[in-house]
């Protein structure tokens, strides 16, 4: 947790370096400067004359940072026909985490706020640094430095180097994630030397470095040709356009206050095209409410992206998913894994409606790390592929938005039993149970969505009897479920492949994330005692979610949660005025505590095997019978036979809700609630930094235990 005395340029440096952590190993360089050029900015007919730019600005006597800002501008602007070219380093934009390049690129004639930078209608940025050492990138000539496989390391180790990376990570991360962008390229200047950088979903690409006062066309060639580009070349996602007035004029009130009130920073329009599920050529408009509400920090991976839309030809609101999913055959597109659930007609699914890749849009930055490791096949990162879709329901988004303790745990059963429907039916594995993929609908049904991530088991041949398995290491993938709501084990255990019954226990952890933070708790007297001393507070409680730990081999977590589970009763944890949940609670916990115990040994099953031959032949022997209610050889035999049995969670939830006892409704902690919230939803956009990347280094920074993100075990 942030000290309250650090400022807010302070906790912005701070943020930086987290960032810079997260972000390691998604940097490749370095590119040719002309390949750059030619190969991202393809030159217009006109090329631009050799300038002086470079020795004007180096004869600028620059005491302080900001006296150049200015200077670069002039310096560039001849050359930004199309462009309008702004200094935004005086101001924060508080509702931006803070952030201000020091020169921002809008299209010319935008619409944007001039009191602070406008990342929702920002091109690119410029970062100015007047010393050539706070270049956060070593080119290969100077470094002698090797990773354990031989490979150059293109990242600067030292701090203000880390900060740099993190600062323009940041600034990426703002521009694409208020946008709908495909990439971001932007320049980098530090001292007489600058460096032309590529942002895509997948990673980075950076240039050589060159000395814009010996070659200053090359720099004022960038911009001239950057002004000239097409918004495609830019960056800007094409398939999102102006609505017309005519458009805008169909969309009712009712439906725009309601798309308003789900954006917190609505300003506007966009009609956005959704390609059809049969023919990805065809595509039909939907609108949305724009900006978009920033998903998080982090510039990589899916970006996942879930608004209200309306649809123009139907005249309806629907839900709209947009995303980067990895382009592998072993993931299958959202359109066809929905097609087989139809078909198997698996309950408390959501109505598709339209979706598929989203034109020619993928990622490229991943091909030179691959190149570069051409060797080692197994750090080969795939591309990543555009897609958007719709679902036809609305209902309520956010499963916190729950009316009663009730109606949340009948949306969990619901959303379960199409699990296991799609699991025992389909060989299909969804492997992301969380907070965002169970809908509540405004019937308070409970509907399972966002299966992008699932997996599909091969069918046996001809012959061969079917049964169900875990999914062999050669078909998974890295993607294991949000960090928060993951299997402890799989946490612990990163090479582990995960099975159904870990995406069970996915749905335990969402039951009590969302309990803990809007149904009333206390802590039973029973345990605060002197001699447990296990006392905790809600914060400290919600700490087990998103524990995150860093070693030589990567991170890990999942050792808060495995102490709930074998501890539960210590923690005394209890729903005020809600017995049937904390029963509930108690029976869930207790039957995946024994997950982590022990199988039992030969010796106490035949000693079991005994018991019950002598039962079955006395069955009136309440001795037997007491001696194996006693047993834990016994008892985990039960657990064992009954635990992965289909709808063996589904029953024990719809068991609980047909008890008497449920509260009409739970008091919500409201402030508690979005506090967590938030973090949540920050560290689930950067958890592909904790499963797709090894970092070559542990995070050196000091922190507490309760910050574990910055923690070391190993």
Not at 479 to 498: M, Q, Y
Request: glycine letters at 6%; aromatic letters at 10%; one cysteine or more.
């Amino acid at each position: 947790m942030p000290k309250p005395y650090l400022s807010a340029e302070d906790l912005r440096t701070d943020e930086n370096l987290k960032l810079a952590s997260r972000m390691e190993g998604y940097f490749s360089g370095f590119m040719p400067v002309d390949e750059f050029l030619d190969t991202y900015l393809p030159a217009p007919g006109d090329k631009p004359l050799k300038e002086d730019l470079g020795n004007s600005l180096a004869s600028i006597p620059v005491q302080r940072e900001m006296g150049i800002y200015q200077a670069f501008i002039d310096a560039i602007k001849p050359y930004m026909t199309n462009m309008d070219i702004v200094a935004t380093h005086k101001f924060r934009d508080s509702s931006c985490d803070h952030l201000s390049p020091d020169v921002s690129l809008y299209p010319k004639g935008s619409k944007r706020d001039e009191s602070h930078p406008s990342f929702d209608a920002m091109s690119t940025f410029v970062e100015l640094k007047i010393h050539e050492s706070l270049d956060p990138f070593q080119d290969p000539e100077i470094n002698a430095e090797e990773d354990e496989h031989g490979d150059s390391q293109c990242e600067r180790e030292d701090l203000e180097s880390r900060e740099q990376r993190g600062r323009i990570g940041a600034y990426a991360a703002a521009i694409s994630n208020h946008q709908f962008r495909t990439h971001v390229i932007s320049v980098s200047v530090y001292g007489r030397t600058a460096r032309f950088i590529l942002w895509d979903r997948a990673g980075v690409l950076v240039s050589e470095k060159f000395d814009y006062v010996q070659d200053p066309q090359i720099l004022v060639g960038f911009f001239h040709r950057y002004s000239c580009m097409s918004s495609e070349a830019q960056g800007i996602d094409t398939s999102t356009m102006e609505p017309t007035a005519e458009e805008l004029d169909s969309l009712p009130l009712a439906c725009a206050r309601e798309m308003r009130k789900d954006n917190p920073v609505h300003k506007g329009w966009l009609k956005v095209m959704v390609p059809d599920r049969a023919d990805a050529t065809k595509e039909a408009p939907f609108l949305v409410s724009y900006p978009l509400d920033l998903t998080g920090p982090f510039p990589f991976s899916r970006s996942s992206r879930l608004m209200l839309a309306f649809d123009l030809a139907r005249k309806q609101l629907v839900l709209l998913r947009d995303y980067w999913r990895p382009d592998v055959d072993t993931f299958a597109k959202e359109a066809d894994v929905y097609l087989d659930l139809e078909e198997h007609q698996i309950p408390h699914i959501a109505p598709f409606g339209t979706g598929n890749n989203v034109r020619d849009h993928m990622t490229s930055t991943q091909a030179l790390n691959n190149n570069r490791n051409a060797n080692d096949p197994a750090t080969h990162e795939p591309g990543l592929r555009h897609y958007r879709m719709t679902l036809n329901v609305v209902g309520r988004r956010y499963l916190e938005e729950f009316k009663s303790s009730r109606e949340l745990v009948s949306a969990i059963a619901d959303a379960m039993e199409a699990h296991d429907g799609a699991w025992f039916k389909c060989g299909i594995l969804h492997r992301d149970i969380s907070i965002d993929s169970i809908l509540i609908t405004h019937d308070g049904e409970g509907l399972l969505i966002n299966w992008d991530r699932c997996i599909k088991m091969p069918k046996k041949p001809p012959g061969e009897t079917e049964v169900v398995t875990t999914p062999s290491q050669s078909i998974s993938q890295p993607v294991k479920g949000s960090w928060e709501f993951r299997a402890s084990h799989l946490l612990r255990h990163r090479n582990d492949v995960p099975d159904y019954c870990d995406d069970r226990e996915s749905a335990l952890w969402v039951l009590l994330w969302v309990a803990f933070q809007g149904v009333t708790i206390h802590q039973d007297a029973r345990s605060q005692d002197a001699r447990s001393g296990l006392h905790w507070s809600l914060p400290g409680l919600m700490e087990m979610f998103s524990e995150v730990y860093e070693c030589s081999s990567g991170c890990f977590g999942g050792v808060g949660k495995n102490l709930f589970l074998t501890g539960y009763s210590q923690y005394g944890v209890k729903f005020t005025n809600n017995v049937v949940l904390d029963s509930l609670v108690e029976t869930l916990t207790e039957a995946f505590s024994y997950r982590f115990k022990c199988a039992p040994t030969a010796e106490s099953v035949a000693r079991v095997e005994r018991l019950l031959e002598k039962l079955r032949a006395e069955p009136n022997t309440a001795e037997y019978a007491d001696l194996l209610a006693d047993s834990m050889a016994y008892q985990y035999q039960q657990w064992a036979a009954t635990f992965p049995k289909q709808g063996w969670l589904v029953d024990t939830l719809r068991e609980y809700l047909d008890k008497d006892g449920w509260p009409g409704d739970s008091t919500a902690h409201d402030r508690e609630t979005q506090a967590l919230n938030g973090s949540k939803r920050k560290l689930e956009s950067e958890e592909d930094a904790l499963d797709a990347r090894l970092p070559k280094r542990i995070a050196h920074a000091s922190a507490s235990g309760s910050d574990p993100e910055a923690s070391s075990l190993c």
